[in-house]
Nanobody, 125 residues
């Protein structure tokens, strides 16, 4: 069982930056691949970024590539998402999620068993 708690969301102007955190409880955090997903009002939840349990393998959605950076600190059971050059279209509730995977990751929502409650990110124009 893994419990996830996101933090770090807020209101920021376009072009600004935020860093989201996701604190995980439970053992063997490094055996879980982690993902960030987001859901804007009236839209389906979509993939943002994913990282393997080891931290060696990373993949981004095209919409955030070059602007967002996913990372993890396995010694502190924490996942991060650094978001730079934010745009109004990045406005959404951001969720972290976990699935088993030391060297693998996934972009598929259906493959993640554990989810946080979400944190709101609002980017004003």
């Amino acid at each position: 069982q893994v419990q996830l708690v996101e933090s770090g969301g807020g209101l920021v102007q376009a072009g600004g930056s935020l860093r989201l955190s996701c604190a995980a409880s439970g053992r063997a955090f490094n055996n879980y691949a982690m993902g960030w997903f987001r859901q804007a009002p009236g839209k389906e939840r979509e993939f943002v970024a994913t990282i393997s349990g080891s931290g060696e393998n990373i993949y981004y959605a095209d919409s955030v590539k070059g602007r967002f950076t996913i990372s993890r600190d396995n010694s502190k059971n924490t996942l991060f998402l650094r978001m730079n050059s934010l745009k109004p279209e990045d406005t959404a509730v951001y969720y972290c999620a976990a699935r088993p995977g030391h060297y693998t990751y996934s972009i598929r929502i259906s493959e993640y068993a554990y989810w946080g409650q979400g944190t709101q990110v609002t980017v004003s124009s």
